[in-house]
């Protein structure tokens, strides 16, 4: 099996939540490792999948950009209760090219370029004003013009070397299917019990 049937797989299903009323489609569960192998995980924003592998955008010094700068591996999962399914992704991490970060950089809202710049983010802030002086601050820098994208700000993509795709059934008799990179763009796929 080819990784384009595997990826249009959960293309068809990605494009259903976003075709729907679900408030947040983007969402998706990331999970890191420091290089302890200490987990940690919290919900980001899926921007872009291809045959290449799932890319969302932060801060490279927050903590999960410092951990996948540590530890370069990554688990995904989405949850789609309306559609009675799951994805769940593991794979390495690299960085997206500067290209892709400076293009999706640009398309955001002015207001959240201006956020990249100013937010210290994961560190701690001791006043609510703080962080208004400091947006204040970078809205003045650029006032008039197009921000530029911070270095420290830019897309990480998650390459896939394991997809497992969960269906609910009835009497918790659901179906899971797990795909397992083996080399180049070759996959196996096993069933297993839930």
Excluded: C
């Amino acid at each position: 099996m080819k990784t384009k049937v595997i990826i249009d797989e959960f293309l068809t299903s990605y494009q259903r939540v976003l075709d729907s009323d679900h408030p947040e489609p983007t969402t998706m569960n990331l999970a890191t490792a420091d290089k302890q192998g200490r987990p940690s995980n919290r919900i980001v924003l899926l921007k872009s999948t291809d045959e290449r592998g799932f890319v969302f955008f932060t801060n490279y010094s927050s903590r999960k950009g410092q951990e996948l700068l540590e530890n370069p591996y990554a688990g995904l999962s989405f949850i789609w209760h309306e559609f009675n399914k799951q994805v769940r992704v593991q794979g390495r991490v690299e960085k997206v090219s500067a290209e892709e970060s400076d293009a999706y950089f640009a398309s955001r809202p002015r207001q959240s370029q201006i956020g990249a710049w100013a937010s210290l983010q994961s560190q701690d802030i001791e006043h609510k004003l703080d962080f208004e002086k400091r947006i204040a601050k970078y809205a003045l820098k650029f006032t008039i013009g197009k921000v530029p994208r911070p270095e420290f700000w830019g897309g990480f993509r998650v390459i896939p070397d394991v997809i497992e795709f969960w269906e609910k059934k009835d009497f918790r008799l659901h179906e899971r299917r797990v795909f397992t990179r083996l080399e180049d763009d070759d996959w196996s796929m096993r069933k297993i019990y839930p």
